[in-house]
């Protein structure tokens, strides 16, 4: 057994403890409490006193895309222009890099992941075997949203049936802490048919399932009224689209896709109907502030989601259009972002509601909440450790405030997955970082062969 303690811990579902701890026997946390209470209680324990730092429920990432970090940077030039962004990128996931590539690229991610005290990820995934293998070579926890592409109507039930081939496959890589959803891409690259076909199966086989909704003017200008660079593009390729006329979250509750209950990214394009919807449903919202906004796609209306009751998890995306994973930094900046609406709402999204969101709330989003999310016991040992020492942080006032508005990804500690360290005293421990980062150097020249263009 271990005792891990600090000066503050923060279970989250629980007020902050000072001067506590929890103890770990194996993959689970057996006591939460202070410290002096649970040192006296397990008296031959091994205790690993962390100082002055805060413990708290590993970072849940609820949206991420590891198998882009090799992107990281490379389409600056794009993004202003998301249909070219978008296509720029799939180009390269199928042409210029080998399902190898795509392993380095994940494990890549994963490793900062680890490094920015996240224990586990949403992460939408085309090549999703070699996005599970990188999770799990690393450590993590993870739902691994496999994608789904089809937006031919007339090619509905080819593309599902080999959907359910390489869905049978995958799940053969399932293990305890990398399990697999999917991900029908969005209302522009899946038809209706398909759409409803993949829902159904999701439901019978109890699979969980994201789709990207409501993110781009491109999107809504599509749904309304037929027209745009994704309308254009599916003429084409000889693939007739009828707008339905309203909007994308009326659109997927129409199809029967809100019912069940998935996690819905991004939300950026969305009125009022559009929340009551998504919160009669139970549907649960994904916010990426800052790749939202690195796009030039808007602000989701955080305030409104909260008010409403739907469950909101913290995503950063990819680092294609993120260019970090650091969920602390997402933190404060959905905070600081939502309180441009303080004066029509009249809420002020609190540090405390935010580290909720990147912890218990976001194993809520994702469904695993009766596993990670808090310091609880019973639950799997997940959780991080952020130091409080420094000169941009102290003096500590507000333990929440702290480590939301003055601390980031650099003032992680130590990241712990089911018991396992994986990241400890600067270093990741269950992979080579330098051989990664040699082979992501040699994968990333491949894309700089042929630069990106903005008319691409």
């Known amino acids: 057994m271990i005792i891990y303690s600090a000066r503050w811990v923060l279970p989250i579902s629980s007020p902050a403890i000072e001067q506590g701890a929890i103890a770990v026997r194996g993959t689970r946390i057996v006591a939460v409490g202070a410290r002096a209470q649970l040192i006296g209680r397990f008296p031959h324990a091994t205790l690993r006193d962390l100082g002055n730092a805060a413990i708290l429920p590993g970072l849940v990432n609820v949206h991420s895309h590891a198998e882009l970090t090799l992107m990281r940077g490379w389409l600056e030039a794009c993004e202003t222009d998301f249909f070219s962004w978008l296509r720029r990128i799939t180009v390269a996931r199928l042409e210029k890099l080998r399902d190898d590539d795509i392993r380095c690229s994940a494990t890549l991610g994963a490793v900062e992941a680890a490094r920015a005290g996240v224990t586990c990820l949403g992460d939408a995934s085309d090549v999703a075997h070699a996005s599970m293998s990188a999770l799990r070579d690393v450590g993590l926890r993870a739902v691994v949203f496999k994608e789904v592409f089809g937006p031919d109507p007339r090619a509905a039930r080819e593309q599902f049936t080999k959907m359910e081939e390489k869905t049978a496959k995958l799940r053969e890589l399932e293990t305890e802490r990398v399990r697999l959803g999917l991900s029908p891409h969005a209302p522009y690259t899946v038809s209706a048919p398909l759409l409803e076909l993949v829902t159904e199966y999701a439901q019978r086989h109890a699979m969980p399932l994201m789709l990207h909704a409501a993110e781009s003017q491109a999107e809504t200008d599509l749904m309304l009224f037929g027209r745009g660079p994704f309308a254009e593009s599916l003429a084409r390729r000889g693939i007739q689209w009828r707008a339905p006329g309203i909007p994308s979250i009326q659109y997927l509750a129409r199809l029967g896709f809100l019912a069940a209950r998935p996690l819905l990214a991004h939300c950026v394009r969305v009125d009022d109907a559009d929340i009551d919807a998504i919160a009669a449903f139970g549907a649960r919202v994904a916010h990426c502030p800052k790749s939202n906004a690195k796009l030039g796609h808007g602000r989701a209306p955080l305030i409104s989601f909260l008010q409403r009751g739907i469950c909101v998890g913290l995503g950063t995306d990819s680092v294609a259009s993120n260019n970090t994973c650091d969920l602390l930094e997402e933190c404060r900046f959905a905070a600081l972002v939502a309180r441009f609406d303080l004066p029509e709402k009249g809420m002020v999204v609190t540090a405390e509601q935010m580290l909720r969101a990147a912890t218990l ?18 639950k799997e040992a997940d959780f991080t450790a952020v130091a409080l020492d ?13 480590i939301v508005f003055s601390s980031s990804a650099r003032d992680v500690r130590l990241t712990v997955v089911a018991g396992q360290e994986l990241f400890r005293d600067g270093r990741v421990l269950t992979v080579d970082e330098a051989e990664l980062r040699a082979r992501a150097d040699a994968a990333a020249a491949r894309l700089r ?3 990106p263009d903005v008319g691409a």
Do not use: F, K
């Open 361 to 378: 709330d976001g194993a809520r989003a994702l469904g695993i909440e009766d596993r990670t999310g808090s310091l609880e016991v019973g």
């Open 390 to 402: 420094g000169a941009h942080q102290s003096p500590v006032h507000d333990v929440h405030a702290a």
């Open 449 to 451: 062969v042929d630069p």
